[in-house]
């Protein structure tokens, strides 16, 4: 979503990222949405990634307007798809998201279980409420966020979720945790019906998702970003790996393979390349 905004000539400098977009602007979020779906998406993930009350209020919104761009998200999304044999998949992104140090790549907030419990909570109430087809919980660095999401999950039991965490390497979230863990905090949270990575370079997706597999997942699913490297300060950097042809091709063959995109930097022409892919 991002990187077709900025493509499109949208500054996202701002704390609010996509989400200013999303909140004054919602043509031009429906019109990206739109690009992947002709590019063959089966799949589209909201805009809401950024969207908190808290986060609107720091910058200098309200809560009522975090609320409205929640439902707005899922509404465009809806208009983008209608009609179409494409899915709405509501982005619950991380606590770190919005403390704009790129804590959503290293996780260890400093915060209760209960701070996040709430966080979360306040969230998921309203973007279930606009009945998405699917939460999209996704690039969570720590394994002590996912408990805290379990927590929430436990209020909304029939509605379907995934839960894809960022990772550092080819065995381990950003926080440092082996990453079939993930599989025994989720396995009594039914409402999740698959697992696996997020906004993680693509080398790494296939030893994860094969982890995983092993460790018992009831589904997988990636959707790594273009391999790039993040700063909070400079932004992405570096040359970055394709995600398509030959990558596609060994993922979809791990057990339990469900769904494979793309994240940051993986535009339409990519996923584009990766439903020919899946196609033959």
Known sequence: MATELEARGHDLGDALWSARILADDPGEIRAV???YVDAGARVVVTASYQVSREGFIAAGRTAAQADAALRTAVDVAREATDGRDALVAAS???YGAILHDGSEYRGRYGVTRGRLVDFHGERLAVIASSAPDVLAIETIPDLDEVSALVEVLA???DTPAWLTMSCADEA???AGQPIED???IVSRTPSLRAVGVNCTAPEYVESLLTRLSAAGAPA???YPNSGRAWSPTAGWSGSGTEVGGDLVSRWREIPGMALIGGC?????DSISAVARSLAS
């Open 172 to 174: 381990l979230t950003c």
């Open 33 to 35: 949405h739109e690009a």
């Open 92 to 94: 619950v992104g991380p």
């Open 182 to 184: 993930l599989v025994a």
């Open 155 to 157: 209020d909304y039991p």
């Open 220 to 222: 997988l699913i990636a």
């Open 264 to 268: 940051c930097g993986v535009g339409p």
